[in-house]
Nanobody, 121 residues
Framework: QVQVVESGGGLVQAGGSLRLSCTVS????????MAWFRQAPGKERQGLLC????????YYADSVKGRFTIPRDNAANTLYLQMNSLKPEDTAMYYC??????????????WGQGTQVTVSS
């Protein structure tokens, strides 16, 4: 079975930074592209960033470009979301998912339970 666990969320002030983690087990982690998503209250789940097997990055949301990056540590089977210059509008539940391919195809599965990020003004 594939297990995906997000962690690192919390309450932060606007302008601050957080580094979220996503650990994956049950598959060969470095074979697949990985992505971060978020869902705010009353809104649909929104794709943010994707990183391919080779390290190429795709941005799906203009609102986070220049503020969020998506490093991966294949040796640790871990995906990160580095969030800088946080805004109250970034408040959401954050999820990571596994792409069906080694490139960022936009087809995802194996979601975790998410980690909550709350940004105060």
């Amino acid at each position: 079975q594939v297990q995906v666990v997000e962690s690192g969320g919390g309450l932060v002030q606007a302008g601050g930074s957080l580094r979220l983690s996503c650990t994956v087990s049950g598959l060969t982690f470095d074979y697949y592209a990985m992505a971060w998503f978020r869902q705010a209250p009353g809104k649909e789940r929104q794709g943010l960033l994707c990183i391919s097997r080779s390290g190429g990055i795709s941005y799906y949301a203009d609102s986070v470009k220049g503020r969020f990056t998506i490093p991966r540590d294949n040796a640790a089977n871990t995906l990160y979301l580095q969030m800088n210059s946080l805004k109250p509008e970034d408040t959401a539940m954050y999820y990571c998912g596994v792409d069906h391919f080694s490139h960022c195809s936009g087809t995802w599965s194996n979601w975790g339970q998410g980690t909550q990020v709350t940004v105060s003004s």
